[in-house]
Structures are given as C-alpha cells and as structure tokens.
C-alpha cells in the first residue's frame, strides 16, 4: 500500500480492457471501509460503465477524453438522502438541510474516493480524478438522476493504464508541513519554497506557451480564473439550493 503511494500519477490514457468484477469489488468494499462523520456513511458512489451514460456524461466533464475512454468512471456524491429517509421512518427527525451538512458529506464521499483510489492503484490500475463533478453538479445530477440529498463532489476514471506518465512534482515538506503551529510565510520563504517549481523546463514552457509572465500568473489567469471560480461557485450555491442543503 505504501508503495503504491509513492508511485501515485494521474493516468488520463487507458487500455480498452475491462475491469474483472472481484477487482471492482475489493475498489468498493476499500472506498466504504474509510472513516466517515459518525458512522452515518453520508456519501454514494455511483459506478458507471454503460458507454451511453458516459457519453452522456462527457459534456459535463468537460470533454476530458479519458471519460469517454476509461472502463469505469465512479462518481462520489455527498448524500444524505438515504440517511433522512431512514430517519423519517424511525420517527427522527433529519436536522441536514444545511451547508454544515453538505460540507459532512463532502467530506465522507472525498476520503471513500482516495480508498478506492489506493485499492484500485494496488490493483495495477490507474486513476485520475474529475474535479469537473463539482463545477458541473447540476448537469452530473441531470444524467445519474441524482434525487434531492445527493451533490456530487468528485469523480475518478479507473481502468489499466495506456501510458504511464513521469512522476510529477511536488513542494518541498516546508511548504505543507506546519510544527506545532503555523509559520507564516516571509517573501524569502516563499522565494525559496517555489523556486524548484519554477525553475523546472515544464513549467517554463507552460509559462511560455500560454504567453505569461510568471507561472502564478498561468493559475490566476487561465487555468483556475477569478471569473471562472465565481461562476462556478453560482452553479454550485444553486445546487445545494436545490439539492436541499441551502435556503435563501
Ligand atoms: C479534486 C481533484 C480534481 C482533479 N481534477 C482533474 C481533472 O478534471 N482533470 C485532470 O486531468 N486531472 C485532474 N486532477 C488530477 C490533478 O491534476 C493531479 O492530481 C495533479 O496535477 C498532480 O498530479 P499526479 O496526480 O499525477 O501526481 C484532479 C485532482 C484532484 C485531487
């Protein structure tokens, strides 16, 4: 296990071969063994291999081609529907329509997601995570029939890898790593603790060919955008208005 960890890069190309159904099942049977708040189990996943829902689902994640390639696509969803269900027939009374709530079965379904992700990674298999679920919740809901209670929070592609990419990089320990309490950041540390990243030929180039300045600027700027995060936190606020976790 440990070593699948250290080994861990995302695999966005996968073999056309399918993944045998006790393999699939060890996937599930991790996700569900995680920690979850209070042992309510708060989160679904819905599994998906039929290739007409997952081309339905494509336009909502963007058109990642690996979604339309990859045998199986497991979206997590924050669910309390079943739990309120339970509690309503048992004369309890559901106290979850909030963001409290939400945020509970958002985390349960991310942490059941990274099992699954280890356990399917110890299979031989790669993943890739989807962050498009969350930006694109209404329509994900759309096409998984998705009932009131359920959002989804992410979503993984699992199948064997078609290639398997260099290892990316990471911040030094000090960047993360805080002891016993939070150092804040001087200029100089934040200098020394990016300058590997920046220094690296790929993040040159990236810099270079989306015509910036600095590599900060390419996040700011292009790939996680002012604009973009409002819109996408609109779509998401009327999700969970919808969905039951937020009123006016
Ligand atoms: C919540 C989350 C959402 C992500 N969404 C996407 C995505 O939509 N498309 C994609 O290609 N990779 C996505 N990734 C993968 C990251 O880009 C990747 O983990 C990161 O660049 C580090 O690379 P590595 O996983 O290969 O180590 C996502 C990862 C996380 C944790």
Not at 19 to 38: F, Y
Not at 42 to 50: E, F, G, K, M
Not at 103 to 113: E, F, K, P, R, V
Not at 118 to 133: D, V
Request: aromatic share 10%; proline share 4%; glycine share 4%.
């Amino acid at each position: 296990m440990i070593k699948e960890i250290f080994e861990h890069r995302s695999i966005r190309k996968y073999q056309d071969k399918p993944i045998p159904a006790e393999v699939m099942k060890s996937i599930l049977e991790a996700a569900i063994r995680a920690s979850n708040t209070g042992n309510m189990q708060v989160y679904s996943i819905v599994v998906t291999t039929n290739k007409e829902i997952k081309e339905a689902l494509s336009p909502a994640h963007f058109n990642q081609p690996m979604v339309k390639q990859a045998p199986v696509i497991l979206t997590f969803c924050a669910d309390f529907n079943r739990f309120n269900k339970w509690c309503r027939a048992r004369n309890a009374e559901p106290g979850y329509d909030n963001f409290l709530s939400f945020l509970t079965g958002a985390i349960d379904a991310i942490i059941a997601a990274q099992n699954a992700c280890l356990e399917a990674e110890a299979h031989g298999l790669g993943i890739c995570y989807l962050g498009t679920a969350i930006y694109n919740a209404d329509k994900i809901i759309e096409v998984l029939n998705l009932p009131k209670g359920v959002v989804p929070v992410t979503a993984v592609t699992l199948g064997y890898p078609a290639d398997i990419p260099e290892l990316t990089d990471r911040l030094p320990m000090e960047a993360v790593i805080h002891y016993e309490t939070y150092q804040d950041f001087s200029e100089a540390s934040i200098d020394r603790i990016y300058a590997e990243k920046e220094a690296r030929d790929d993040s040159k180039q990236f810099v270079k060919e989306n015509n910036k300045e600095t590599l900060a600027q390419v996040f700011t700027d292009i790939r996680y955008s002012k604009a973009n995060n409002e819109h996408f936190s609109k779509v998401l606020f009327d999700v969970l208005k919808k969905q039951g976790y937020i009123t006016d």
